[in-house]
């Protein structure tokens, strides 16, 4: 193993690491808009870990679920957005 | 032996910044300022690493997906997080001690 691949290994774990701060203020969080903005960052992150695996396993196809992804947590956010809306009118 | 030296550059800045965005959203005490802490986390730090993936490729259609993925996040991340925002102050999410300034308050105010 080259540093360059060590390296980013360790980029991945810290990545890890950082999902699992997320995943406490998750559990903790007060109220439901917190754990919303905390899937916000999750979505994130998630992105961030799959483009580095991408690199390090050398495969470009990874990077189409990147993608995915992207878009995904912008509908996600928005319809979270729409719903908590709709149930503070009634 | 160059390329590397960049893309690992940009990686560790990536990953650095999204570290500190995640020790944000833990120990920030309100969820406005957890917001502010996240939101420019969502917008930067993917787009180094996502970066640094288009030079590691170095081919067109990778770089052309990793535009596509830079310009939605750019693009849907503060419409997104405006929208959740603005839905908690009008929930009444509670405000840090703290806070010196709520200027959608004395808008509001003024108005009626």
Do not use: C, Q
Request: hydrophobic share 55%; glycine share 4%; proline share 2%.
């Amino acid at each position: 193993m080259s540093y360059f691949e060590i390296s980013l290994w360790g980029a991945l774990l810290a990545l890890v690491v950082a999902l699992f701060i997320t995943l406490i203020r998750f559990i903790y969080g007060p109220t439901f808009m917190d754990r919303v903005v905390t899937f916000d960052l999750m979505t994130a992150n998630l992105i961030g870990i799959i483009t580095l695996y991408a690199i390090v396993s050398d495969d470009e196809l990874l990077l189409d679920i990147a993608l995915v992804l992207a878009m995904i947590g912008f509908f996600s956010i928005t319809a979270f957005a729409y719903y908590i809306k709709k149930r503070s009118n009634k | 032996m160059i390329t590397e030296i960049i893309i690992l550059t940009l990686v560790f800045l990536g990953v650095l910044l999204m570290f500190i965005a995640s020790l944000g959203l833990f120990k920030m005490p309100d969820l406005f300022t957890r917001m502010s802490a996240v939101t420019k986390a969502v917008t930067f730090k993917v787009g180094l690493i996502v970066l640094s993936a288009s030079i590691y490729f170095n081919s067109f259609p990778v770089v052309m997906k990793s535009i596509l993925i830079i310009f939605l996040l750019l693009l849907t991340t503060p419409v997104s997080s405006h929208l959740l925002g603005k839905e908690a102050y009008e929930r009444k999410a509670p405000l840090w001690k703290k806070t010196l300034i709520d200027e959608l308050k004395d808008k509001k105010k003024k108005n009626n």
